[in-house]
């Protein structure tokens, strides 16, 4: 292994994602550990079982006398040992992020990564040349300990470029700001501030935003003139939630009851939105919208308030309320759909939301107007009265002319008999369309099947 060119061995060395694999590696070879230190990025990871093996309690019942290196101490170590740093991840794998305080009361800090004692002592020395920064901590450890990493990142890291942090109680107190960094994720998350003015203010150039579970925000608000692309998850219920982002492509939005929501995103091309209800629903004319993801309890009350929007083509809708009892408050039809989104070429039609439209088509005597540039439907069927759903699947292509591809999944626990009937009954009166079949079920991939059969 030696005798490899050096640039070879430092390409082998940089293809290791754990830093632990090039530890060993450093053990085993003299020029592995001579080339290690040309090496530009850390990823150092802590798992469940070495967490376990670090604790008094197995170390007092094992038969070793051997002790556990303290995790941080092989980061420093890697830090030390590094010319140049470009690019650090460190934290806890998955399964000990699951680790919840009410298993166990770790009053330790050995795993508090976004503690600034800890971290003042090596950031220092990697800021000059560091781009990307990802801290997971220990929740365990962290969720009461209260931490000042993102002013310390804002003082130091002058060259960032994206930066990551999960499991941590921060504070923004004396944030600097860095026009240098594009991209930002904080992935459950407590803050003790009112609102997101401090990030606005501090992050002018973020292009990449993801708020995964932020606690603590009474009023937040994203006001980002260069912001692309943004996911977040509001774990809370605030009294209001504001979007302002003129640049905004992609926005995925998911809360719960929010009092009021507010959205100004003319250049939004991808919506994801999904929540319950907002008692003040209010956004500006989508310009640009062409796909729109909907996930609320009753799309009728959403849609009466959603603006006209002509350049959408493909909108998939889902429903929270299962009742299968048709209600003013509840009723989903297609003419309002259609009314809302007159260009629509391709809808979807998730479980939740077909159950409510075969409710409501029991009602509806007169005929509505199917678009001819509709092309494409696909639904989620449960086939709890076959009968029923046939029905409305035949209101729906009778009068949509345009219809080119229908896709239709059936519910993994439709027995089979029941499901051949309804296909044979489908490909019979519509012998022209090209039809798609699959089987769905709950947190489970779709599975197609091209020849129609089950």
Not at 108 to 126: K, M, N, Q, S, Y
Not at 317 to 343: E, I
Not at 406 to 424: A, G, M, P, R, Y
């Amino acid at each position: 292994m030696d005798k490899l060119p050096q640039s070879l061995i430092l390409e082998i060395l940089s293809r290791l994602n754990d830093s632990a694999d090039v530890a060993r590696c450093r053990l085993a070879s003299k020029t592995f550990n001579s080339l290690s230190s040309d090496l530009r990025a850390i990823n150092l990871q802590c798992s469940l079982i070495r967490y376990i093996k670090s604790r008094p309690r197995f170390l007092n019942s094992s038969s070793s006398s051997q002790s556990i290196t303290p995790f941080k101490s092989i980061f420093l170590n890697l830090v030390s040992n590094l010319r140049i740093v470009e690019s650090v991840s460190i934290g806890t794998e998955k399964p000990l992020r699951d680790v919840s305080y009410d298993d166990v009361e770790d009053e330790a800090d050995d795993l508090f990564l976004t503690d600034g004692g800890f971290v003042e002592v090596w950031l220092p020395r990697v800021s000059d040349r560091l781009k990307s920064l990802s801290i997971s901590d220990f929740w365990v450890q962290s969720c009461w300990r209260r931490s000042n990493l993102l002013p310390l990142v804002s003082a130091y890291c002058h060259t960032l470029i994206e930066l990551e942090v999960k499991n941590a109680w921060l504070s923004v107190d004396n944030l600097n700001p860095m026009p240098m960094l594009t991209s930002l994720t904080l992935e459950f998350i407590r803050l003790d501030d009112e609102d997101l003015n401090e990030f606005n203010k501090s992050f002018p150039n973020l292009q990449v935003l993801n708020l995964i579970g932020v606690g603590g925000l009474e009023l937040p608000k994203i006001h980002l003139l260069n912001l692309k692309t943004c996911h977040w998850t509001v774990s809370n219920a605030p009294s209001s939630l504001t979007i302002i982002t003129p640049n905004l492509v992609t926005l995925i939005l998911e809360c719960i009851r929010p009092a009021s929501l507010y959205i100004d995103a003319p250049m939004l091309s991808n919506f994801h939105l999904a929540f319950e209800h907002a008692d003040v629903f209010a956004v500006e004319r989508f310009e640009n919208l062409t796909n729109f993801w909907l996930l609320c309890l009753n799309i009728n009350s959403f849609l009466l308030n959603f603006p006209v929007t002509c350049t959408l083509e493909n909108l998939t809708v889902d429903s929270r309320n299962w009742t299968t009892r048709a209600d003013t408050y509840s009723q989903f039809t297609l003419d309002k759909v259609f009314t809302v989104f007159p260009n629509m070429t391709s809808l979807c039609i998730k479980s939740g939301a077909w159950l409510v439209l075969e409710s409501c088509y029991n009602l509806l005597g007169q005929a509505w107007d199917g678009r001819n540039g509709f092309k494409k439907l696909c639904a989620y069927l449960l086939l709890v009265d076959p009968s029923l759903t046939f029905s409305s699947v035949a209101c729906v292509l009778d009068q949509c002319s345009g219809l080119s591809e229908v896709s239709l999944l059936i519910h993994h626990d439709v027995v089979c008999n029941v499901s051949k009937s309804f296909i044979s009954k489908c490909t019979a009166r519509w012998p022209k369309l090209k039809w798609r079949w699959g089987v769905w079920n709950e947190g489970m991939a779709d599975s197609w099947i091209s020849d129609g059969m089950f």
